[in-house]
């Protein structure tokens, strides 16, 4: 087993986004990205068959889609997507999420 103690990566950075790889296995990837206030996890993609999720573990701003798609996200918020689905954040407030992608690519 494996604990991960989320509190060893809040770390926040006023001029770019953070990101913690916190486990990797040929099942699941989880991340853990911690945007301050404004910033912009941009909307993207992967040529990729599977899911992932994102889970809002404090703050709140909104899931980013597809055009001008967004969905107000705070924290204890999950979106699930397919991984080819364009998806994104942005934090209104300093936010920090987890991110699953299963499988890893």
């Not at 990566?9 to 770019?16: G, L, M, N, V, Y």
């Not at 909307?43 to 967004?70: N, R």
């Not at 997507?81 to 499988?103: C, F, N, Q, W, Y």
């Amino acid at each position: 087993m494996k604990c991960i103690h989320l509190a060893d990566s809040r770390e926040f950075d006023p001029d770019k986004f953070k990101r913690f790889l916190l486990h990797d296995s040929p099942y699941f990837r989880i991340l853990n990205f911690n945007l301050a206030a404004g910033q912009v996890f941009p909307v993207h993609s992967h040529p990729a068959d599977g899911q992932l999720s994102i889970q809002v573990i404090e703050g709140k701003g909104f899931f980013l889609g597809e055009g001008d798609a967004t969905i107000p996200a705070g924290t204890g918020d999950v979106l699930i997507s397919d991984i080819s689905a364009p998806h994104g954040v942005k934090a209104e407030t300093d936010m920090r999420i987890l991110v699953t992608i299963a499988p890893p690519f």
